[in-house]
């Protein structure tokens, strides 16, 4: 297995459970804010998992996405700096139920989602990216695994206006561009391209990622819903 790393991102609401899940595993590291609770980040600290305390940019963009990208490529900064080839990145408000299958299911990976929404599956939202979108047909970014030079790339930028396009979204369409791969979502398209999912590997090993926030069940959620993976 490559030496695998782990960016916690964002807030430490849920810094018990989350601990919970990480305790004792090897290169996490928690990357929040330096305005968090000092309780949450000694607790944190107290279970062998490293802080990261960055300041917040000053704006935020749509759906706090400069907060997700900037946490995130500092987290990915400090692995890197450890020697870490492939890294996780993954939220402050989400459990895993056996880390040890779910991170020997990505080891090697060069980017991996947990799945692809289908195009025209929901009709609430229109965006462009290159081409006009219709729905919620982009990668989830709950989850993200790859190889960390390829990570550092997708997360390396930051918006100056409100594009009322998904986080998610313009995430894929840094990395895509940043590669020089045409950006295209069509599921068969991004296999062929070095992108891949996880979701099948979680059904099949009975892992269970829990999303606290929102109190749901994230495979289940995907399997049930219309996703490709």
């Known amino acids: 297995m490559s030496k695998q790393g782990v960016v916690i991102q964002g807030p430490t609401n ?6 919970e899940t990480w305790e004792g595993w090897p290169n996490v590291v928690w990357s929040t804010w330096d305005d968090e609770p000092q309780e949450n980040i000694d607790y944190i600290r107290s279970k062998n998992i490293d802080v990261l305390l960055n300041k917040k940019p000053e704006f935020a963009g749509y759906l706090n ?5 900037l946490s995130t490529f500092n987290g990915l900064q400090f692995l890197q700096a450890r020697g870490i080839k492939e890294a996780l990145k ?3 408000d989400h459990t895993i139920s056996s880390v040890k299958d779910f991170l020997e299911s990505l080891s090697g990976r060069r980017i991996c989602f947990l799945a692809l929404s289908n195009v025209d599956v929901r009709k609430d939202i229109t965006y462009e990216l290159e081409y ?3 729905g919620h047909d982009y990668p989830s970014d709950n989850l993200i695994y790859g190889n960390i030079d390829d990570m550092l790339m997708m997360f390396n930028f930051q918006t100056d206006k409100i594009y ?7 995430i894929v369409y840094n990395y895509m561009v940043s590669m020089g791969i045409k950006f295209d979502l ?3 398209y991004l296999l062929r391209n070095g992108v891949s999912f996880v979701l099948r590997d979680c059904i099949n090993k009975g892992i269970k990622i829990h999303w606290l926030k929102h109190n749901k069940e994230l495979i289940q959620s995907y399997d049930n819903e219309e996703f490709k993976f």
């Open 164 to 170: 009322n396009i998904p986080p998610e979204a313009m």
């Open 186 to 188: 069509d599921f068969n």
């Open 132 to 134: 006009i979108h219709e």
């Open 90 to 92: 993954t939220r402050g």
């Open 65 to 69: 996405i400069n907060y997700q990208l």
């Open 14 to 19: 849920f810094y018990k459970e989350v601990c």
